[in-house]
């Protein structure tokens, strides 16, 4: 029977896994549970870890150090139980030949969602309007811009991720021209996706919105700058449910300034921006509080599919969503 180390502290154990989940843990094998409520240290796992054929990570897990690794002398299988993992293994986890596997595409569908709904909020200027309402106490405030909708538009998706893509699925209703820019994708595979293929200065150029989905990485970082956000056109809407960092926020902050597009950040670079932030004042963007993703839906969601994962190994299966070494420079 196998011996499952379940790494979680106690609270966000009980956010990820319903009682049905965890009975569907336990029927898997030895369940050992982290009683306390702290993520426990690498020192501690290496600790632990001995005789474990299986460890379920998440948010906050210890890293697998070397340490850690050579007392792991039964590891078969890391199941995270979130989106990404790069931060807490290395190559060597592959080395060992341990499966890896995350719960990502729980995560994609709130994403998504939330991009998608952004899109319409700000093409229909639906915060400033509610806020003018609430203000001038009048069911037609005064000074507004006409609201628009999403169809008929072009859309850029930076990034063919996961989340991208899951963009793109949400995207179908809607009548739109679907431009992508990513460099691991070819023109056929971004064709297969229902989309077009472009530079990111075309992107920037002619897409009425934007929408960030690339992984935060040494390639991306600061990867949309000034020149990219000069070439965005009058009305466009920029939309950032991704990693802050990707954007230069000085020159953003510049751009937004000129009132020619609006922008709807989830993430900012730092993040948080600090009280009073020139950012804050500006009446084109939207900011969220990094929500898109963290919905105890989704959390309920990557739990069950960490253990649906295990389920799927044990029994022989191929899990979901499986990480291999050649992947880690190049997600997030």
Same mark, same amino acid.
């Given at each position: 029977m196998p011996k499952i180390l379940v790494l979680p502290p106690s609270d966000l154990r009980m956010r990820l896994f319903t009682p049905d989940v965890e009975a569907r843990l336990r029927a898997l094998g030895q369940v050992l549970h982290n009683p306390g409520k702290e993520n426990y240290t690498s020192e501690e796992l290496a600790h632990l870890i001995p005789s474990c054929d299986a460890v379920v990570t998440s948010w906050g897990s210890p890293t697998f150090t070397s340490e850690v690794l050579e007392n792991a002398d039964s590891l078969k299988i890391i199941a995270h139980a979130a989106g990404s993992i790069k931060g807490i293994i290395s190559p060597e986890v592959f080395e060992r030949g341990i499966v890896v596997c995350t719960s990502q595409p729980a995560m994609s !569908?709130?994403?998504a969602a939330m991009t998608v709904a952004m899109m319409e909020i700000m093409l229909r200027n639906v915060v400033n309007l509610a806020l003018a309402i609430r203000t001038q106490k009048r069911w037609k405030p005064e000074g507004m811009a006409q609201p628009r909708e999403l169809n008929g538009k072009r859309v850029g998706i930076v990034g063919a991720s996961l989340i991208g893509r899951e963009v793109i699925r +949400?995207? %179908?209703?809607?009548?739109?021209d679907i431009c992508i820019y990513d460099p691991y994708v070819s023109s056929k595979e971004a064709e297969d996706l229902g989309a077009r293929k472009v530079s990111l200065e075309e992107l920037f150029? @002619?897409?009425d919105v934007i929408t960030i989905h690339a992984p935060l990485t040494e390639e991306t970082k600061g990867m949309v700058k000034k020149q990219h956000l000069q070439l965005i056109k009058e009305g466009?809407? /920029?939309?950032? !449910?991704a990693r802050g960092a990707i954007i230069d926020h000085i020159a953003l902050l510049e751009e /937004?300034? =000129?009132? *020619? +597009?609006?922008? #709807? /950040?989830?993430? =900012?670079?730092?993040e948080p921006l600090p009280d009073g932030h020139e950012f &804050?004042? /500006?009446?084109? $963007? $939207? +900011? !969220?509080p990094h929500i898109s993703g963290g919905t105890p839906e989704?959390? *309920? *969601? %990557?739990? @069950? #599919?960490? $253990? *649906?994962?295990? @389920?799927? &190994? &044990?029994?022989?299966g191929t899990p979901n969503r499986l990480v291999t070494k050649e992947m880690l420079p190049i997600i997030a």
């Open positions: !569908t709130s994403v +949400f995207l %179908q209703p809607w009548d739109v150029a @002619e897409c466009a809407i /920029l939309i950032n !449910t /937004l300034k =000129t009132g *020619r +597009f609006s922008a #709807a /950040l989830d993430v =900012t670079d730092p &804050f004042g /500006l009446k084109n $963007v $939207v +900011f !969220t989704m959390v *309920r *969601r %990557q739990g @069950e #599919a960490a $253990v *649906r994962n295990l @389920e799927l &190994f &044990f029994s022989g």
